[in-house]
T-cell receptor, first 110, second 111 residues
Framework: RKEVEQDPGPFNVPEGATVAFNCTYS??????FFWYRQDCRKEPKLLMS???SGNEDGRFTAQLNRASQYISLLIRDSKLSDSATYLC???????????FGTGTSLTVIP | DAGITQSPRHKVTETGTPVTLRCHQT?????MYWYRQDPGHGLRLIHY???????DKGEVSDGYSVSRSKTEDFLLTLESATSSQTSVYFC??????????FGEGSRLTVL
């Protein structure tokens, strides 16, 4: 079983739409959680960390559900510039290991 | 942006030749990682380092070796490149249980 699982999509949404991505992780001892964004042929870049209480950064909201072992990312009022692949990342803190989902592809359509 | 540079950024080589990729950081972070990214597989850990001369294997370490003689440099070596090692290689650094910062990637083609 993979450490982190994501729906690969693709998600094709119109501008202004709200879109949500989910990710599940298998190791209940995982401690740190992140969403990264990766543009085509570029390196992944940190979008936001995910905290137990949930956190928001502008149009982006991240949630963590430890009981069900899933993480979510909500994007409101989608922009064309949001088109990218979104990676769910989990850190087990044992040896500072990071585990990646395969990514969810988002295309925002005019 | 975190100070990470990878070199070379692009390389084409032939099967059986040795290849070394270099990752250099200016952040003095303890942890350094080498990942490869392939369609359908996402990012997979090759090797990582938790200090000078301290390294360990990741999930896809066969055919790869690493060295870290200084805090700032982490080298990935393919002793005898194979076509299955054609990939995009990313170096990343972390300051301990915090987020990863990635280099721009090295695109390797093995013919």
């Amino acid at each position: 079983r993979k450490e982190v699982e994501q729906d690969p999509g693709p998600f094709n949404v119109p501008e202004g739409a709200t879109v949500a991505f989910n990710c599940t992780y298998s190791n209940s001892a995982s401690q740190s959680f992140f969403w990264y964004r990766q543009d085509c042929r570029k390196e992944p870049k940190l979008l936001m960390s995910v905290y137990s209480s949930g956190n928001e950064d502008g149009r982006f909201t991240a949630q963590l559900n430890r009981a069900s072992q899933y993480i979510s990312l909500l994007i409101r009022d989608s922009k064309l510039s949001d088109s990218a692949t979104y990676l769910c990342v989990v850190n087990t803190n044992t040896g500072n290991q990071f585990y990646f989902g395969t990514g969810t592809s988002l295309t925002v359509i005019p | 942006d975190a100070g990470i540079t990878q070199s070379p950024r692009h390389k084409v080589t032939e099967t059986g030749t040795p290849v070394t990729l270099r990752c250099h950081q200016t952040e003095n972070h303890r942890y350094m990682y080498w990942y490869r990214q392939d369609p359908g597989h996402g990012l997979r850990l090759i090797h990582y380092s938790y200090g000078v001369k301290d390294t360990d294997k990741g999930e896809v370490s066969d055919g790869y070796s690493v060295s870290r003689s200084k805090t700032e440099d982490f080298l990935l070596t393919l002793e005898s490149a194979t076509s299955s090692q054609t990939s995009v290689y990313f170096c990343a650094i972390s300051h301990s249980e915090r987020e990863l910062f990635f280099g721009e990637g090295s695109r390797l083609t093995v013919l």
